[in-house]
């Protein structure tokens, strides 16, 4: 049963035009397909395919395309496989569709990317913050947020070897053994 | 050469001037006080990151830290130590000031884990603190990524050791250093940082106010400082916004 569902499935996205679409293996399917199709493409997966579990979202900044790219991951229960659609969008203004109308879940999701990378979604309930409620600063997951500048700017250092150690140490005094000297 | 001043060694207690004891029995009745204070300790255990993992062995029958007289305690008003069990994210180093302040004092903190040291494998992380001791007093660190039950309570043992002599007082500095750690706190939260426990007249009640205790942070903290409110309760967020 399960079997012919994914040789259906493999039917009907081949079928498809404008849709790159891979096996990697007999539980997993990757589909690449354009920002406006994608909607409907999960629309069928779900209604059609018993594609009924959305996994999760996830978000990849390419700063150098200057693009987001957008996996949507779903689970279908019957074939016990996973389809994960991916997606491009501009990183300009980052603005895309939410699929809460399709997956509830998905606020959640694009909560968090909405957080994270700053990537807008369009009728979703809820784009408040979400855990980084204490948080003004741009959203940390991009690419051109510099964590280590944050870090340098805002916190010192506790230091390993301060200056009365070294002053002992010249007196012959101080660590015995060097952390350089302890080899495992 | 550095000045002998210069080198950070363990708080010393200060004898109180001026003030001679009579009674002979009196520093019996002290060692008496720090012996039982050593062996009845009550700790906080705030889990904050991974290291928290090593508790439960630690504390239950395989390691059993009971023996030692250190049991968990649910509530700060009750513990004497505070246990930060590894990274904490700045909004995780809010609520524990907030907590320790309102802890009794004679109060004591642990670092457990090289996150709490200098930020361990989080150094470079936008999201939580580096160097525990800034914010904080810190009586005793455990390092190790994560540190060993056996390591644990061998730093459980050593701040035992530090009560019994007396070496412990680093509850102190939070008073006597008050504007030093508000500047930190300040730093890393902004100008209107505010903690519900007034610091400062703690302070004066024990006795414990210094020319450092008081400072331009503290400064700053008077002219943000807002009357605390009761907390409005709801029964979930959404009813608000809705009415
Ligand atoms: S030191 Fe290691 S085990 Fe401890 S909190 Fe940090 S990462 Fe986790």
Redesign the interface.
């Known amino acids: 049963m399960s079997k012919d569902l994914n040789i259906w499935l493999d039917d009907l996205l081949g079928d498809i035009e404008n849709i790159q679409f891979k096996r990697k293996s007999s539980r997993r399917v990757r589909v690449d397909v354009g920002s406006e199709a994608l909607p409907a493409l999960l629309e069928l997966l779900q209604g059609r395919a018993s594609y009924v579990h959305l996994s999760a979202i996830s978000c990849v900044d390419w700063i150098e395309d200057e693009e987001f790219e957008l996996v949507y991951h779903v689970w279908s229960y019957e074939t016990r496989s996973l389809v994960s659609a991916h997606t491009r969008i501009p990183r300009e203004p980052g603005v895309y569709l939410s699929i809460y109308d399709l997956y509830q879940p998905a606020a959640f999701f694009e909560r968090d990317i909405h957080e994270m990378f700053g990537v807008f979604f369009e009728g979703s309930p809820d784009m408040e913050k979400f855990i980084l409620?204490?948080w003004d600063?741009p959203p940390?997951m991009r690419k051109e947020?510099d964590?280590?500048a944050?870090?340098n700017q805002?916190?010192?250092?506790?230091q390993?070897h301060p200056?009365?150690l070294k002053?002992?140490e010249e007196e012959g005094g101080g660590v015995t053994t060097r952390p350089e000297d302890i080899r495992l | 050469m550095s000045k002998l001043d210069n080198i950070p060694v363990r708080h010393q207690p200060t004898e109180a001037a001026g003030r001679k004891r009579t009674n002979p029995l009196a520093h019996v009745f002290d060692e008496l006080v720090k012996f039982c204070q050593s062996r009845s300790m009550f700790m906080l255990h705030y889990c904050t990151g991974c290291g928290a993992i090593e508790l439960p062995p630690a504390m239950t029958s395989r390691f059993d830290m009971e023996r030692l007289g250190i049991q968990p305690m649910v509530t700060p008003r009750q513990a004497d130590i505070l246990l930060i069990t590894g990274y904490v994210s700045i909004k995780t180093l809010k609520r524990i000031i907030l907590t320790y302040e309102q802890m009794q004092s004679p109060k004591y903190v642990i670092g457990i884990c090289s996150c709490t040291v200098n930020g361990g494998m989080y150094w470079q992380s936008y999201a939580t603190a580096k160097v525990l001791k800034d914010y904080l007093p810190v009586d005793v660190y455990i390092a190790g990524c994560m540190p060993r039950p056996e390591a644990v309570i061998s730093g459980m043992r050593e701040l035992m050791s530090d009560i019994k002599s007396g070496r412990a007082q680093n509850w102190k500095r939070y008073y006597e250093n008050y504007d030093h750690y508000l500047g930190n706190q300040q730093k890393l939260f902004g100008e209107d940082w505010q903690t519900p426990t007034d610091i400062i007249a703690e302070a004066r009640h024990y006795g414990l106010m210094t020319d450092r205790t008081l400072g331009e942070h503290t400064a700053l903290l008077e002219k943000h400082q807002r009357p605390l409110e009761a907390l409005e309760m709801r029964l979930s967020a959404r009813e608000k916004q809705k009415t």
């Open positions: 409620t204490e600063g940390p947020f964590s280590e944050f870090v805002h916190f010192e250092w506790e390993y200056q009365w002053d002992l």
